[in-house]
Nanobody, 115 residues
Framework: QVQLVESGGGLVQQGGAQRLSCAAS????????MGWYRQAPGKQREFVAI???????YYTNSVKGRFTISRDNAKNMLYLQMNNLKPDDTAVYYC?????????WGQGTQVTVSS
C-alpha cells in the first residue's frame, strides 16, 4: 500500500503563485504514475496533471502554461508549482498514485484564489 500526504494549500490572490507538495511512503517502488487532481464544491473531481514512471508529463488544458508537475525520487516527493492563479483554480487538490492496479489518494489540501 501507498500513503500520500499533501501540503502547501492556502489563500492566494489572483495572479499569484503557490507550490503544493505530496509526500509518498509505503510500497513506493511499485508506483507506476503520480499526479494531481482537484475538486471544486458541487463539481466532479477532475484531472490536473500526471507524471509517469518513464517521465512523461500530461496536463489538462486549463492549466497548461501555468502549472508544472515535478518529482524528487530521492525524497519520495511530488510537487505542483501553480503560477498565475485564477479564481477558477479554487478547489481541494489531491495527490494520486497508481500502483499495482490500484489508486491511492491523499487527504487533500484546500487552495482558494481570491479576486
Amino acid at each position: 500500500q501507498v500513503q500520500l500526504v499533501e501540503s502547501g494549500g492556502g489563500l492566494v490572490q489572483q495572479g499569484g503563485a503557490q507550490r503544493l507538495s505530496c509526500a509518498a511512503s509505503g510500497s513506493i517502488f511499485s508506483i507506476n504514475a503520480m499526479g494531481w487532481y482537484r475538486q471544486a464544491p458541487g463539481k466532479q473531481r477532475e484531472f490536473v496533471a500526471i507524471i509517469t514512471r518513464d517521465g512523461s508529463i500530461y496536463y489538462t488544458n486549463s492549466v497548461k502554461g501555468r502549472f508544472t508537475i515535478s518529482r524528487d525520487n530521492a525524497k519520495n516527493m511530488l510537487y505542483l508549482q501553480m503560477n498565475n492563479l485564477k479564481p477558477d483554480d479554487t478547489a481541494v487538490y489531491y495527490c494520486n498514485a497508481q500502483s499495482s492496479g490500484s489508486n491511492y489518494w491523499g487527504q487533500g489540501t484546500q487552495v482558494t484564489v481570491s479576486s
